[in-house]
């Protein structure tokens, strides 16, 4: 068995890191799915997916301010829409990730929570879920 399931993602900044670790829980437990796989895809060039620690709220505002420097807004690009800057970022980060399903749950750590990555915002997203069961 197979589903797919698409979430919609409201972003309220330029940069921002979004904990939907409980929308994800929420449409794998909608599938009845007991042992599988869970797929993440973001359809968008300029936002991204990522699993990191979601205890600490300075762990985003440091994660956020790092990858600043390590990509700057302004840093003599050339594309047109004057957004290089989220592309490189969300191309770093990856546009999907893959987590096991056993009795029903994902599986992550303790510590572990799923992030939409928004670089280019604040926008309207999606996010496709697609639930393997196996």
């Known amino acids: ?13 330029h940069s921002q890191m979004k904990d939907i670790t409980a929308e994800v829980k929420r449409a794998v437990a909608e599938t009845g799915v007991e042992n599988g796989v869970c797929i993440l895809f973001v359809p968008h060039t300029t936002g991204a997916v990522t699993i990191n620690e979601n205890a600490d709220p300075d762990v985003v505002r440091d994660f ?35 987590i096991l399903i056993e009795n029903g749950k ?6 572990q929570g799923i ?5 280019d915002g604040p926008r309207r997203r999606k996010l496709h879920i697609k639930v393997l069961a196996g």
């Open 106 to 111: 994902l599986v992550l750590g303790t510590w």
């Open 1 to 13: 068995m197979t589903k797919m399931i698409t979430l919609g993602i409201s972003t309220d900044a």
């Open 64 to 98: 956020l301010y790092e990858i600043d420097k390590v990509v700057p807004w302004n840093d003599g690009y050339r594309h047109y829409e004057g957004n290089s800057a989220a592309h490189l970022k969300a191309s770093m980060i990856g546009f999907s990730e893959t």
């Open 115 to 119: 992030y939409f990555t928004e670089f």
